[in-house]
């Protein structure tokens, strides 16, 4: 079942993902009948993605909603839907949806008591405000949650958006948004230090020059685990090692606690797979131990 195409959305908080869903369901043929944007930022995101569609306090979208999409920050997210339940702007039926990964339904239990429809519909996905943002939320797989009464509503939201759904079962979604936290802003955070790292060597346009190398990388990872990994701390190569930490120590030292880190996290995987021999891996664990204690590093 999908989405009825005569249902109502309203959007609350015009922020990242708020635009992108009011572009989507408008692309998709709904009636977005109202969001809410109380920031300059947020009201300026409105009048460039959505003009012509009415700014109103949350109340008022959620009265003249019957589909109401809560894009607001995860901890925010509880007191919204109280708050709109209180002002009775929620009836029996009306779906309450929020796109975060970590919430279960319990901060949507206000809606719940009303009979309306609680669901969770976290899109598997990166919105940092460019144009792509929509294009990326319709291609996007979606961790849902839903009463299992309800799951027919659930995977109608997702599939109206154009998305992919994979159950998440309701007391898994704080792990389950770890596990994609730990993966995807961190590789954002390694990207941008690697390129920062990379221009302190000297090279200029350091983002195309490690491009082929990190989308390599990703995909090897992707496909083989851990058995991708290479470099020097897979083949124990103790000195080239501790040569980039003497490195580090002159150029960028606030790296070197960060670099020995994911070192030695290299070099523990790297024994538990077996990728290989163990004394040459603790010879490394060893060095890194060494080196984040001593005074020179190395
Ligand atoms: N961005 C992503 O990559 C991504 C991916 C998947 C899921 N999500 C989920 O999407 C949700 C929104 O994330 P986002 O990244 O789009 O956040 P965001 O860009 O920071 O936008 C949040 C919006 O919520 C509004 N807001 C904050 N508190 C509010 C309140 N009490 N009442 C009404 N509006 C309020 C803000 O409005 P004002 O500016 O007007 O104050 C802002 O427009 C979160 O649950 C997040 O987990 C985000």
């Given at each position: ?8 959305i309203?959007i609350?908080?015009?922020?990242r ?9 408008q692309?998709?043929g709904?009636?977005?009948?109202a969001?809410?944007a109380?920031s ?8 460039k ?6 700014i109103?306090c949350?109340?008022e979208v959620a009265e003249?909603a019957d ?5 607001v920050?995860d901890?925010a997210i ?8 209180a002002?009775?702007?929620i009836?029996?039926g ?5 796109l ?14 009303v009979s ?10 990166t919105?940092?405000?460019t ?7 319709a291609?996007?797989p979606?961790?849902?949650?839903s009463?299992?009464?309800h799951?027919?509503?659930a995977e ?11 159950w998440?079962?309701?007391e898994k979604r704080?792990?389950y948004h770890?596990?994609?936290v730990f993966g ?10 690697s390129?920062q790292?990379?221009?302190a060597?000297?090279?200029?346009d350091?983002g195309r ?6 989308r390599?990388?990703?995909e090897n990872?992707?496909?083989l ?7 020097p701390?897979?083949r124990g ?6 040569g980039h930490?003497?490195a580090l120590?002159?150029e960028?030292?606030?790296l070197?606690t ?6 030695r ?5 790297a024994?538990?797979?077996e990728?290989n021999?163990p004394e ?9 131990r060494?080196?984040n204690?001593?005074?020179q590093g190395?």
């Open positions: 079942m999908t989405l009825a195409r005569d249902t109502k309203g609350i908080g015009l922020g993902l708020g635009a992108a869903s009011a572009e989507v369901f692309r998709s709904y009636e977005l009948v969001v809410s109380r300059d930022v947020s009201r300026r995101r409105a009048e993605c959505i003009p012509n569609i009415p109103l949350p109340q003249r589909c109401i999409i809560l894009t920050p901890d509880s007191a919204v839907s109280d708050e709109i339940v002002a009775g702007a009836v029996a009306d779906l309450v949806v929020h975060s990964g970590r919430c279960g339904l319990d901060v949507l239990g206000s809606a719940r008591m309306a429809i609680p669901l969770a519909c976290h899109p598997a996905m919105f940092a405000g144009d792509e943002d929509a294009n990326l939320l291609s996007s979606f961790g849902i949650t009463l299992p009464e799951k027919h509503y109608g939201f997702v599939q109206a958006i154009g998305g992919n759904p994979v998440i079962p309701d704080t792990m770890a596990a994609m995807a802003n961190n590789l954002i955070s390694l990207v941008a230090t390129i790292a990379m221009k060597a000297g090279i200029d350091a020059f490690l491009a082929p190398i990190l390599a990388s990703l990872a992707i496909v685990g851990p058995k991708a990994l290479t470099g701390v897979r190569d103790v000195g080239t090692v501790v930490i003497k120590r002159e960028m030292p606030g070197i960060g670099y020995v880190d994911f070192a996290f290299t070099a523990e995987m024994l538990n797979e990728l021999a040459i891996l603790h010879k490394v664990l060893a060095t890194l060494h080196v204690t001593s005074e190395d």
